[in-house]
């Protein structure tokens, strides 16, 4: 397994910090069970949400999943990554690591609020996840790191999973998990399902 990092907008010590947990998160992907079909929402590593899946092209269609709008930018999940990356610009922090479960590069785009995850399928990147990084950003339906997990079911309804920490929402081929500390929210996660 090669790590790269590209860009180097970051101090070598956070670099290297950040290095490490990518690659440490990598190789547990690598070897797991397949029993995650979304990325964890709290390292926000391409390869774990893709390790799950096995299949192949575009999952997603935006007009029946979860979406995610940043400054003017609509992004969903499954969707072709190119011409996204390439409306948000070039902020961001780049690793990527080969896939455990498509043949190429899993990419990790980290840009000052969320980071972006692509998988590869046909020589192609597709999005695979967005995870909030603050709570200056909020879901296109309003909801935000510190939201409460009554402004999460009155905005999204009754969970199709709900667990002690986390609330789980389908729609379409993409899912939005919001981790639950207390009654706030401390995490999101919108996915696309590749399997």
């Known amino acids: 397994m090669q790590l790269r990092k590209v860009r180097n907008n970051v101090p070598r010590s956070w670099a290297v910090l950040g290095l490490a947990a990518v690659m440490a998160l990598t190789l547990t992907a690598c070897g797991s069970d397949g029993g995650s079909s979304s990325s964890d929402s709290s ?16 999952t997603a269609d935006s007009s029946d999943g979860f979406t995610f709008t940043y400054e003017g930018t609509v992004i969903g999940m499954g969707e072709e990554a190119g011409s996204i990356l390439e409306a948000l610009g070039d902020d961001y922090d780049y690793f990527e690591s080969e896939s455990c479960a498509f043949d190429g590069l899993d990419k990790v785009y980290t840009y000052s609020h969320f ?8 020589d192609i990147d597709y999005v695979l996840s967005i995870v909030f990084r603050d709570d200056t950003i909020e879901t ?32 379409g081929n993409t899912s939005i998990t919001f981790g639950i500390t207390g009654d706030s929210v401390s995490t999101v996660t919108i996915a696309a399902k590749t399997e």
Request: hydrophobic letters at 20%.
């Open 43 to 58: 390292s926000g590593s391409a390869n774990e949400a893709s390790a799950s899946s096995g299949s192949t092209g575009n």
């Open 140 to 171: 296109d339906e309003g909801i935000t790191i510190g939201s409460s997990k009554d402004d999460v079911l009155e905005a999204y309804g009754d969970p199709d999973e709900e667990k002690t920490a986390s609330l789980v929402y389908e729609k």
């Open 115 to 122: 980071k972006l995850n692509t998988y590869p399928s046909d």
